[in-house]
């Protein structure tokens, strides 16, 4: 049965495993720059974010400080 179920009884096709083996390495290579590229998006926004917020703080209608 198990015969049946293989195919043939030499087992896997080492090509395949092989092949196999590439492709999920190179999804781990994908989703771990996905990870670093997420991570420098978020810098990247948060950055912007502050900048955007410094731009609105007009300095030449500031109140002068107390003395």
Known sequence: ??????GYVGG???RL???MRRLQQRVQDLESELGRI????????AA????R???SIDAH???PALT
Request: no cysteine; charged share 25%.
């Open 1 to 6: 049965m198990a015969k049946a179920l293989l």
């Open 12 to 14: 896997s096709d080492p």
């Open 17 to 19: 495993l092989a092949e």
């Open 38 to 45: 997420q991570a420098e998006n978020d810098a990247l926004s």
């Open 48 to 51: 912007a974010s502050h900048d």
């Open 53 to 55: 917020f410094m731009e």
């Open 61 to 63: 209608q500031a109140e």
